[in-house]
């Protein structure tokens, strides 16, 4: 089951911002779909742990994580921001490129996003989100299952995401665009 669609209009950024802050939504390509509620603990914990690595390893380099909520637009060419009609809040978003970061999140695909699936979001993050990851550019993707206790990781060659390679949350993983950077996954009970 997939995440309620706000309604059956085509909807660009511009509509997005005039939403109250209460209703939170992703865009993809026009449609708005409802966010889930408040993440479990649990994805809570996984989230935030990820997210401090990464910082921790990234202290210094000239790319930074950014954790939600926290828009990633994702334009289909130049379009001004008002056109955009793909906006989305990954939970971990790591961007190389200064110049895509302004005060409104992130315009253009991070380097890196790592989702950390809940049972209410897992079908839109493992199909919808996949799918315009792959087509805006977005160089890794990491599924994160805390329940299952894997992680999948999707690496962008020639424009495609090629197989995945599926891990468990054991020992560490690291990651093929910032290889210096590794997930310890210890924290996993």
Request: charged share 25%.
């Amino acid at each position: 089951m997939g995440l309620p669609q706000r309604d059956f209009e085509y909807h660009t950024y511009a509509d997005y911002c005039r939403w109250p802050e209460d209703a939170r939504y992703e865009l993809i390509d026009g449609i708005a779909y409802a966010m889930s509620p408040a993440p479990t603990t649990r994805h809570q914990d996984v989230t935030g742990e990820i997210f401090t690595q990464l910082k921790n390893a990234l202290r210094g380099a000239p790319c930074h994580p950014y954790i939600a909520p926290f828009d990633v637009r994702l334009p289909h060419a130049n379009e001004a921001d008002d056109d955009v009609d793909t906006v989305v809040q990954p939970d971990i978003s790591v961007v190389y490129d200064p110049s895509k970061i302004d005060d409104k999140g992130c315009r253009g695909a991070p380097d890196w996003i790592i989702e950390v699936l809940s049972p209410s979001t897992a079908g839109h993050d493992m199909i919808k989100k996949k799918t315009i990851y792959e087509r805006s550019g977005v160089r890794e993707y990491w599924l994160v299952h805390p329940v299952d206790k894997v992680v999948t990781v999707f690496v962008l060659e020639n424009g495609a995401y090629g197989k995945p390679i599926t891990q468990e949350l054991i020992g560490t993983t690291a990651s093929s665009v910032l290889p210096n950077v590794v997930i310890e996954w210890s924290f996993v009970g």
